[in-house]
């Protein structure tokens, strides 16, 4: 079956430049998450949605990063006034118990 | 909260060597543990998990992990690598993840 889709694969923007990703998790899955996965430094958490619940944003390492999930569904981080520092892999996974499947993510690159 | 540490950051092997990938965590409470691997260009997907019962699972590709309750441990093993299991291997509980190792098996 399909798995998470995520676009674009691939994104290079200049700095201070806003950017959307967006993630497509498997049908019928409740839980979707956001990673990024910077060199050497692992997956690191950034943001949980679980049905209609209220989101869990503890992991967003600024205000210039935000996400939402429309009709539980479909989600979008969006990035503002990108910096160097945001340059990485951003990986949405989702679930409907455990585990997590990823999609393939998307490699952002900050000029 | 929870953390997941991975001593072991690039391992390189012959193959048919033995592999152990060391994996502690700190989370006083039942636990659910991953390990996960990604191949090269490759999406991250599920190698094996424990959530309960026999403390040693087994996952694909022959890959085994042992819980050790006391140890706060859940060390991933396979007695003989190949050449395919080049790739990064991840421990993760719940769904915080540790800082990933990187595999190398030269043939």
């Known amino acids: 079956g399909a798995g998470v889709s995520q676009s674009p694969s691939n994104k290079v923007t200049e700095k201070g430049k806003d950017v959307e990703l967006r993630c497509d998790p498997i049908?019928?899955?409740?839980?979707l998450y956001w990673y990024r996965q910077s060199l050497g430094q692992g997956l690191e958490f950034l943001i949980y949605?679980?049905?209609?619940?209220?989101?869990?944003k503890s992991g967003l390492p600024s205000d210039r990063f935000s996400a939402e999930r429309t009709g539980g569904s479909v989600s979008t981080l969006t990035i503002q006034r990108t910096q160097q520092e945001d340059s990485a892999v951003y990986l949405c996974?989702?679930?409907?118990?455990?585990?997590?499947?990823f999609g393939n993510g998307t490699r952002l690159t900050v000029t | 909260a929870q953390s997941v540490s991975q001593h072991n950051h690039h391992v390189i092997l012959s193959e048919a060597a033995s592999l152990e990938l060391g994996c502690n965590y700190s989370?006083?409470?039942?636990?659910?543990l991953f390990w996960y691997v990604q191949y090269p260009g490759q999406h991250l997907q599920l190698l094996l998990k424990?959530?309960?019962?026999?403390?040693l699972v087994k996952g694909i590709k022959g890959f085994e992990a042992e819980f050790i309750k006391s140890k706060f441990s859940f060390n991933l093993r396979k007695p003989s690598v190949q050449w395919s299991d080049t790739a990064e291997y991840f421990c993760?509980?719940?769904?915080?993840f540790g800082t990933g190792t990187s595999l190398t098996v030269i043939p």
């Open positions: 993760a509980v719940f769904t915080y």
């Open positions: 049908s019928g899955h409740t839980a």
């Open positions: 996974a989702s679930s409907r118990n455990s585990p997590l499947h």
């Open positions: 424990y959530f309960s019962g026999d403390p």
């Open positions: 949605f679980q049905g209609n619940s209220a989101p869990d």
């Open positions: 989370y006083g409470g039942t636990v659910n």
